[in-house]
């Protein structure tokens, strides 16, 4: 009688190894952390790559004992390849197979971005295409929004541009400040990115797929 559930063909796919790369306080990244411990998650957080040496992020991987690196771009000068270069090393030692941008503050050179095409996502606080760049929540109330929200992208060279994986979207209110907008924001940030990641991960989503309701 043939064995049941036992065959190679069976067994749960390996994870992704991921590594998430922050500057400062890094709640995205543990809302990557948490969703990663379930059993079903595709992907695994293998890494937690900050910039700075005192992001407040760095506490919480080591809590969840994951590895950290600390790429402090204040020793390279403006050399941002020189950074590069060293933060790509520390990837590849760890196996890294996914990126996740999650508040990292760099500007990434042409080169990297190269060097993880389709393979690098990260969150923005905004509904893009509307308020690239910095300051987003203050923009979009002195735009008048409606609504608002954020979105996950895949990253391309010019900055908060790539394809959209996922976004969601939030009203913005009457009496709303930055501060409150910024808040119900990043609740949705919360919930989209480790759902973005799944799909990646999953390849159920691709940087070259066709964008929806974009002749071909
Ligand atoms: C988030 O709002 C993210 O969208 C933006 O920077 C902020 C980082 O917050 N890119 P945290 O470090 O994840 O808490």
Known sequence: MPEASTSPGDAMPRKKRVAVLISGRGSNMASLIE????????AAIA???SNRPDAAGLAYARSAGIATVVVDHTRFGGDREAFERELQAALQAHRIEVLC???????LTPWFVGQWRGAMLNIHPALLPAFKGLHTHERALAAGAKTHGATVHFVV????????????????????TPDTL????????????PEALRRVAEGRVG???????KPQ
């Open 182 to 193: 910024a808040a119900r924001v990043l609740a949705v940030e919360h919930r989209i990115y």
């Open 207 to 213: 940087i070259d797929d066709p964008v929806p309701g």
């Open 101 to 107: 941008l999650a508040g990292f503050m760099r500007l």
């Open 157 to 176: 060279p010019e900055m908060d541009s790539g394809p959209i994986i996922a976004q969601g979207e939030v009203p913005v209110l009457a009496d709303d």
């Open 35 to 42: 969703a990663a411990k379930a059993d079903d998650y595709p």
């Open 47 to 49: 890494l937690v790559v």
